[in-house]
């Protein structure tokens, strides 16, 4: 399993773009992409998933460069609502059974 | 179509006691996973059910079992609990393998005094 990089915390203001970079340097070729969110007492929820180039969706887009040894998760006019923690992981679709979750960055929203 | 279902959503146990966290799925999954949560931590993979009648270990297994009983069902067992293991216990479950989408519950906090 790759292994990922994040920032461990993020503060941002209300109705600003956030980008969230995670680094992915050992990525391999079959390796999906994929971005969960934890709200305080609860399980994550999955965001957003992507192989390369670009993805979006209603919530988030995500960025993946040609090199894929990272990625940026970015989320549009963020309101108080997205203060959670975001997790990034790598894995293999058809290869890996597990996934690993690791510390995530914890994004807090000001007013 | 409740998802997935944990119970109990809290509980207290003394050291050296045993319970056994249950966790359901109506959606037809093949995995299921149970991850703890430690105050301010990501999520650590106890142990992992890839189909039914499969079980195998995540990064924190010891002090653990698990039964994968059918394949709506992926109990955990605590047989001597320690307060190391005061935590938040989330089960998941995934149509496909760990990579496609996680469907997680609400989660067990659970206290070891």
């Known amino acids: 399993l790759a292994k990922t990089t994040q920032p461990i915390s993020m503060d941002s203001y209300e109705g600003q773009e956030v980008n969230i970079t995670c680094s992915h340097n050992?990525?391999?070729?079959?390796?999906?992409i994929t971005w969960y969110q934890q709200f305080p007492s609860q399980g994550p929820r999955f965001i957003i998933q992507?192989?390369?180039t670009k993805v979006t969706n209603e919530v988030a887009s995500l960025f993946i460069p040609a090199d894929r040894k990272s990625s940026t998760l970015s989320l549009p006019r963020v309101s108080l609502s997205d203060t959670a923690v975001y997790y990034c992981?790598?894995?293999?679709?058809?290869?890996?059974?597990?996934?690993?979750f690791g510390k995530g960055t914890r994004l807090h929203i000001l007013p | 179509n409740a998802g997935v279902t944990q119970t109990p959503k809290f509980q207290v146990l003394k050291t050296g006691q045993s319970m056994t966290l249950q966790c359901a799925q109506d959606?037809?999954?093949?995995?299921m996973y149970w991850y703890r949560q430690d105050p301010g931590m990501g999520l650590r993979l106890i142990y992992y059910?890839?189909?039914?009648?499969?079980?195998d270990k995540g990064e924190v297994p010891n002090g653990y079992n698990v039964s994968r009983l059918n394949k709506r069902e992926f109990s955990l067992r605590l047989e001597s609990a320690a307060p190391s293991q005061t935590s938040v216990y989330f089960c998941?479950?995934?149509?496909?393998?760990?990579?496609?989408?996680?469907?997680f519950g609400p989660g067990t906090r659970l206290t070891v005094t």
């Open positions: 998941a479950s995934t149509h496909d393998r760990g990579v496609s989408e996680q469907y």
């Open positions: 050992n990525i391999a070729t079959n390796d999906y």
């Open positions: 992507g192989y390369k």
């Open positions: 992981l790598v894995g293999d679709w058809d290869r890996d059974d597990k996934i690993i």
């Open positions: 959606m037809n999954h093949n995995s």
């Open positions: 059910s890839a189909s039914e009648g499969t079980t």
